[in-house]
């Protein structure tokens, strides 16, 4: 006969059983491990320049994971750019007037890749799987500091200009 504080050691140990259980399946379900039991489709990007964009960073539609980096960016063989493929989920059909560009958040500038619909993309016909598309460049604060650059030296131009004016008398 089992005794009474036997019999709560194992109903204690039932208890911590199931809750480990529940536990490593919202691990699964919640973090990026769940992404492995997802259906995927691949398309191809290829980009300029994919600074900082490495595999497993997010892809992005309004705000809305809807798939992954596949690889790490592979440099193409004209030396021209490179291509990264993108694991899109099964259910996500991406309109083919849609524009895929590198973005980046917070103050680490960490990237992601964010597919934006153009005009009318809702209207055109969803992007095949194993499609290559030709990606734009990085967008975010980097892009302007460079955008910016020859138009700080034409100001600063302007200001020596101003400097080297002599001012007569007003009266």
């Known amino acids: 006969m089992i005794s009474d504080e036997r019999r709560t050691q194992i109903r204690v140990g039932i208890f911590a059983v ?3 259980l529940a536990v490593a399946m919202l691990v699964v379900y919640f973090g990026r491990l769940g992404d492995g039991f997802r259906k995927y489709y691949t398309v191809r990007v290829e980009y300029p320049n994919a600074s900082g964009l490495f595999k497993d960073v997010p892809v992005l539609l ?16 004209d030396m021209d750019g490179v291509y990264v493929n993108l694991k899109i989920y099964d259910n996500v059909e991406i309109p083919s007037k849609s524009e ?23 209207e055109s016909d969803p992007i095949p799987p ?13 892009d302007l500091f460079d955008q910016a650059g020859p138009i700080i030296g034409e100001v600063r131009d302007v200001v020596k200009k101003l400097n080297e004016i002599e001012v007569g008398p007003l009266i």
């Not at 309004?62 to 063989?77: F, H, R, T, Y």
């Not at 992601?112 to 005009?119: D, S």
């Open 62 to 77: 309004a705000g809305a994971k809807i798939g992954l980096v596949e690889n790490d960016p592979v440099i193409l063989p």
């Open 130 to 142: 194993g499609t290559t598309i030709q990606g734009k460049g990085e967008t975010g604060l980097a």
């Open 18 to 20: 199931i809750g480990l």
């Open 100 to 122: 895929f560009t590198v973005g980046s958040s917070g103050l680490l500038g960490d990237k992601f890749v964010q597919v934006n619909l153009l005009e009318d993309a809702k």
